[in-house]
């Protein structure tokens, strides 16, 4: 990675970027470095779906569409009328 570094007055910047009016007459430090490009990959969209299979417990798979009311029952007691 290359980087490149120059000394130039603000005022020659002005076009590209907005700098404060009190600065135009000042020398400042242009320092260019190229941005490391994300690999394609990153770049597409990829389902989650499945990725944690290998995680999965059967036997706790049985109980989550109950899950919510046995932790809500668990915390607070029997609130059913």
């Known amino acids: 990675m290359e980087v490149v570094r120059k000394i130039m007055t603000a005022g020659m910047l002005s076009p590209?970027?907005?700098l404060p009016w009190a600065?135009?007459?000042t020398k400042v430090?242009?320092?260019v470095l190229p941005i490391s490009q994300p690999s394609h990959e990153s770049n597409s969209f990829?389902?989650?779906k499945g990725?944690?299979?290998e995680y999965a417990n059967p036997e706790l798979a049985k109980l989550e569409k109950s899950a919510w009311a046995n932790n809500v029952e668990e915390k607070y007691g029997n609130i059913r009328h």
């Open 46 to 48: 990829r389902s989650m």
């Open 51 to 53: 990725r944690l299979k």
């Open 23 to 25: 600065s135009q007459n």
């Open 16 to 18: 590209i970027i907005d």
């Open 29 to 31: 430090e242009v320092l």
